[in-house]
């Protein structure tokens, strides 16, 4: 399998914005919705069944050990669009061991930056996989399922075919 990136065009979410993209509009409305005084959502946010509109599209991410500015990130779940798109399941496995070590490299960045912020960010990229253009889309959201430290990622992907 073979990779390309573009440079991704990468936003800090930090007030009301409106997402072209009406799935992902829904989900960062819906994230916002259950910030409570400043609290992050909990783990109930993670439950595919409040989320039925991006059936297939979710990843949970798992914040693991931090040093400094930078963690580490290990793919809890992944739904069925990543892993057709990608021809692999990284559930278990680490960010840092994406086979694609440059959108690895831009990943973690992004992951580390939602930590850090404790906001939103939304994401663009295009990417050719196996020879075929992709747009990727990505809104990355952040959970706190034990206390108000940010603990897990869950990211939605939008792949549209270039063009589509």
């Not at 509109?53 to 400094?68: A, F, K, N, Q, S």
């Not at 075929?132 to 792949?159: G, K």
């Amino acid at each position: 399998m073979s990779f390309t990136s573009s440079n991704p065009n990468v936003t800090i979410l930090v007030a009301e914005e409106q997402l072209q993209t009406l799935r992902l509009d829904r989900l960062y409305r819906s994230w916002r919705q259950a910030v409570q005084g400043g609290a992050l959502p909990g783990k109930e946010f993670l439950d595919p069944a409040r989320h039925p509109y991006m059936d297939g599209m979710l990843l949970v991410i798992d914040v693991e050990t931090c040093e400094g500015d930078h963690c580490r990130y290990r793919y809890r779940s992944a739904g069925r669009h990543f892993i057709e798109a990608l021809k692999v399941d990284p559930s278990g496995t680490y960010m840092d061991q994406h086979p694609e070590a440059e959108f690895a490299v831009q990943a973690i960045r992004a992951c580390d930056l939602v930590v850090k912020s404790r906001r939103p960010i939304h994401a663009r990229i295009d990417r050719v996989i196996d020879g075929h253009t992709f747009r990727i889309e990505f809104l990355l959201l952040p959970v706190a399922e034990q206390d108000d430290a940010v603990s897990t990622i869950l990211i939605a992907q939008l792949f549209t075919p270039a063009g589509g």
